[in-house]
């Protein structure tokens, strides 16, 4: 038997049923029309908000880094209660402007942005995270073509990282941004050359729990910025601290501690050098905005035994859970959070390993569980599925398509 994850809190039981902002699973589907399905829970994601708003201090702006879940309805939902989107590609910038997000509110980091999607940015307003001189060298170009100042924040690469993150976007040789001793000298000449001079973006990692991790990270990135100003001579406007809050998915983990990580935090503005006193500071967070406020529910179709273990095979997979099985950059495979949800709350009776309907012996969505006893017609709930879900999984493999999704 394995273990499984922690459920997530703010789900309920109604019936012996899953319920998801107060409606049945069962419910949830027939509205849908079919499994299998990703329901994101309004009120999971109000709930987040509120709490980190509460937690953090004042100063500090939230973004939400909408690789994380593009879904438009969510994204419509974020737009009134982050305080701007980070964007990867011109394709989550169409989608963010498609749901009502305003360009000065966006900010688009990532290596390997083509002409047309800097092009598009700037005519837009939205800053550039510029990852390489480069980078920095054609927006400038192309700000000169269109007879505007781009609006520019350097990408860092900083010396550290992200310390128990599950990835680690800093420290050493990295794709993603400039290497932070010459990120003085590019500052200047793109203020020289006349750009809309924005400031700093730092992200040294994902997937944190530590609270102690987190704060030292928050240490090492406030610090950099200082130097970073005194050797520029011109105080950021604006200052993207990373992110990097983690969620639980695994046993034995548990929530990011925020109450100390907002503690920690307000120390250290409060002992911030003079030259920053304007400057506004930011983080900017995917899966632990809206991680937790997803499920993905799938219809178990075959109940078989195979050398004494029984199987649940169902009509999802990896195809739309690839996280959940153990395919998306996990070194060992443990077990999300998961529930047979028809059954909810019911007694464990049996150990049951539970796959999706393709066929590779890597679509395991749950292996060796001790679960209540599940027959075909009953519906799975894999949670954390708020996240690296329908967007980061290959919906396309084996001709199957992709998931429903809905906002409730
Ligand atoms: C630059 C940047 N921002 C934000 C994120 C979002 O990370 P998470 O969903 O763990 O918060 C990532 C993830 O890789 C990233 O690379």
Not at 166 to 172: A, D, E, H, S
Not at 246 to 268: K, M, R, T
Not at 357 to 362: A, G, I, K, Q, R
Request: hydrophobic share 45%; net charge negative; charged share 15%.
């Amino acid at each position: 038997m394995k273990a499984t994850g922690p459920i997530p809190p703010g789900y309920d039981i109604i019936g012996s049923e899953l319920a998801i902002g107060g409606v049945m699973c069962s419910a949830l589907v027939e509205q849908a029309g079919d499994t299998p399905l990703f329901v994101y829970s309004a009120g999971h994601l109000r709930q987040r908000m509120a709490d980190l708003r509460a937690a953090m201090p004042e100063r500090l702006a939230i973004h939400y880094a909408m690789k994380a879940n593009p879904y438009s309805p969510l994204l419509s939902l974020m737009n009134g209660l982050v305080d701007g989107f980070d964007v990867a590609s011109g394709g989550e910038l169409e989608l963010a402007l498609g749901a009502g997000v305003e360009a000065a509110r966006i900010s688009f980091a990532g290596p390997g942005k083509r002409d047309r999607e800097i092009e598009h940015a700037i005519s837009l307003g939205v800053t550039l995270n510029c990852e390489s001189e480069g980078e920095a060298a054609r927006a400038l170009a192309i700000g000169a073509q269109l007879g505007m100042a781009p609006r520019i924040a350097i990408r860092v690469n900083p010396s550290f990282d992200l310390k128990g993150s599950g990835m680690k976007m800093g420290g050493g040789a990295k794709q993603f941004g400039v290497d932070a001793e010459r990120v003085p000298a590019l500052a200047q000449h793109l203020i020289a050359a006349g750009a809309d001079w924005r400031g700093f973006h730092i992200y040294a990692g994902s997937q944190a729990l530590s609270a102690d991790a987190i704060i030292a990270m928050q240490a090492q990135t406030l610090a950099l910025v200082g130097e970073l100003t005194e050797a520029i001579g011109v105080a950021p406007p604006h200052v993207n601290l990373g992110g990097g809050f983690g969620i639980p998915y695994f046993p034995g983990d548990e929530q990011v501690d925020i109450q100390a990580v907002g503690a920690a935090l307000s120390a250290a503005f409060d002992a911030l050098p003079d030259i920053l006193s304007a400057t506004d500071f930011c983080i900017e967070l995917g899966r632990y905005l809206v991680g937790e406020a997803g499920v993905y529910l799938t219809r178990i179709v075959d109940r078989k035994i195979s050398h004494g273990e029984i199987f649940l095979i169902t009509d999802g997979g990896l195809h739309h859970q690839l996280a959940a099985s153990g395919n998306f950059g996990t070194v060992i495979r443990r077990n999300y959070p998961v529930a047979i949800a028809t059954r909810f709350g019911a007694e464990p009776e049996e150990v049951a390993s539970i796959v999706g309907c393709l066929c590779t012996p890597l679509d395991k969505l749950s292996d060796s569980a001790h679960l209540p006893r599940a027959d075909v017609g009953d519906l799975v709930a894999i949670f954390c599925a708020g996240a690296y879900g329908a967007s980061a999984s290959p919906a396309h493999f084996l001709g199957q398509g992709p998931a429903r999704e809905m906002l409730v």
